[in-house]
T-cell receptor, first 112, second 116 residues
């Protein structure tokens, strides 16, 4: 999965800092949301998901927040590490359709 | 840890030729998908497949595309007559539905298709 050439918004953080990546989604019928990480030359890798009946979900070092009122999703990464450097995509799904719609992505650069 | 695998990793073909991209989904998954990512663009849904039939497809998935599950393990995407604009990274994904609830889709590493 090449991201070369993508003019992505870029978030640059120092190692050890917390990162927040934001995403606006468009379909008010979407009821399932996933954050994926994509490293150069690889496929999207599942990070965390959340359903529309929740507004927060925590994983290991990651938290996803969902605000359905303004159709906004965020991914928080605690104690960011160089290995977290990648492009992050949010994806939404209306589970009646079974098709993920991906956002355009944010490139996270972690400075050691 | 089980994973989705795809072959080949890179396919180069001449315009007008047929290509078949192959995927082995995670073994206990029942839902299968194809997505593509044109260089410099975001990941786009092509098709979903369940119970040996297409359950959803996008406008990209026209008559030139077809999918098949020829046996109990493989899931293929065929492009009958490739066009230059079919050049992209093609990702296969699979998911299960425990308790009738769709769960996360796991993606393969992709096949880079180059149409000359």
């Amino acid at each position: 999965g090449e991201s070369v050439g993508l003019h992505l918004p870029t978030l640059s953080v120092q190692e050890g800092d917390n990162s927040i990546i934001n995403c606006a989604y468009s379909n008010s019928a979407s009821d399932y949301f996933i954050w994926y990480k994509q490293e150069s030359g690889k496929g999207p890798q599942f990070i965390i998901d959340i359903r529309s009946n929740m507004d927060k979900r925590q994983g290991q070092r990651v938290t996803v927040l969902l605000n359905k009122t303004v159709k906004h999703l965020s991914l928080q990464i605690a104690a960011t590490q160089p290995g977290d450097s990648a492009v992050y995509f949010c994806a939404e799904m209306d589970t009646g359709r079974r098709a993920l719609t991906f956002g355009s992505g944010t490139r996270l650069q972690v400075q050691p | 840890e089980p994973e989705v695998t795809q072959t080949p990793s890179h396919q180069v073909t001449q315009m007008g030729q047929e290509v078949i991209l192959r995927c082995v989904p995670i073994s206990n998954h029942l839902y299968f998908y194809w997505y593509r990512q044109i260089l410099g663009q975001k990941v786009e849904f092509l098709v979903s497949f369940y119970n040996n039939e297409i359950s959803e497809k996008s406008e990209i998935f026209d008559d030139q595309f077809s999918v098949e599950r020829p046996d109990g393990s493989n899931f293929t995407l065929k492009i009958r007559s490739t066009k230059l604009e079919d050049s992209a990274m093609y990702f296969c994904a699979s998911s299960d539905a425990r308790g009738g609830v769709l769960r996360e889709q796991f993606f393969g590493p992709g096949t880079r298709l180059t149409v000359l």
